[in-house]
């Protein structure tokens, strides 16, 4: 079955300390992973994908196929962080559509 | 920067009326979808649309739900009787054919009371 877990529903964290996001996937073929992000009262926005291999404002996130694992990582959080963050697979062979498999989101909360 | 557009924002009906979420994708792109989230609850996909067609649908998309391209730049999903179950934030996005991403719109939040 094709799925994607993120464990935790939220995650809080002091400004300035480290963070992952944690995100499994299951899926028997060679998906792209993706993370949204979803600040207050806005929109879903591509925050990073796997096959760009980009560091978009100090987010990274790294496939791990042998773990299945497409966690995200800072290593300083900051206080506009917080925000909805959404892992998601786009199945192979759906080239050109994006029928995306969320995970149920981690809630990041940086404090002060 | 363009952007996917949703109107209403916020829609409230009673059940067993029929409701139309509208959407304007960005103006090149060619596929288009709907995805909705229950409260507490994942995003999930409903359907996909190319070519003036469905392209894909999950189960959840049965047939009380339509879309519709009626003009070249409105996608529109029309959810014939509304169920209390329905309710839920309904979002729309578009995407080129040569683009790594889709675009969201900001949602629709549907109440179905």
């Known amino acids: 079955a094709q799925r994607v877990t993120q464990p935790e529903k939220l995650l809080s964290v002091f400004k300035g300390a480290p963070v992952e996001l944690k995100c499994n996937y299951s899926y028997s073929g060679s998906p792209e992973l993706f993370w949204y992000v979803q600040y207050s009262r806005q929109r879903l926005q591509l925050l990073l994908r796997?096959?760009s291999r980009e560091s978009i404002k100090g987010f990274t996130a790294d496939l791990n196929k042998g773990e299945t694992s497409f966690h995200l990582k800072k290593p300083f959080a900051q206080e506009e962080d917080s925000a909805m963050y959404y892992c998601a697979l786009k199945p192979q062979g759906t080239s050109g559509t994006y029928k995306y498999i969320f995970g149920t989101g981690t809630r990041l909360k940086v404090l002060a | 920067e363009p952007e996917v557009t949703q109107t209403p924002s916020h829609q409230v009906t009673q059940m067993g009326q029929e409701v139309i979420l509208r959407c304007v994708p960005i103006?090149?792109?060619?596929?288009f979808y709907w995805y909705r989230q229950i409260l507490g609850q994942k995003v999930e996909f409903l359907v996909s649309f190319y070519n003036n067609e469905i392209s894909e649908k999950s189960e959840i998309f049965d047939d009380q739900f339509s879309v519709e391209r009626p003009d070249g730049s409105n996608f529109t999903l029309k959810i014939r009787s509304t169920k209390l179950e329905d309710s839920a934030m309904y979002f729309c996005?578009?995407?080129?054919?040569?683009?790594?991403?889709?675009?969201f719109g900001q949602g629709t939040r549907l109440t179905v009371v």
């Open positions: 103006s090149n792109h060619l596929y």
């Open positions: 996005a578009s995407s080129s054919q040569m683009a790594t991403e889709a675009f």
């Open positions: 796997h096959i």
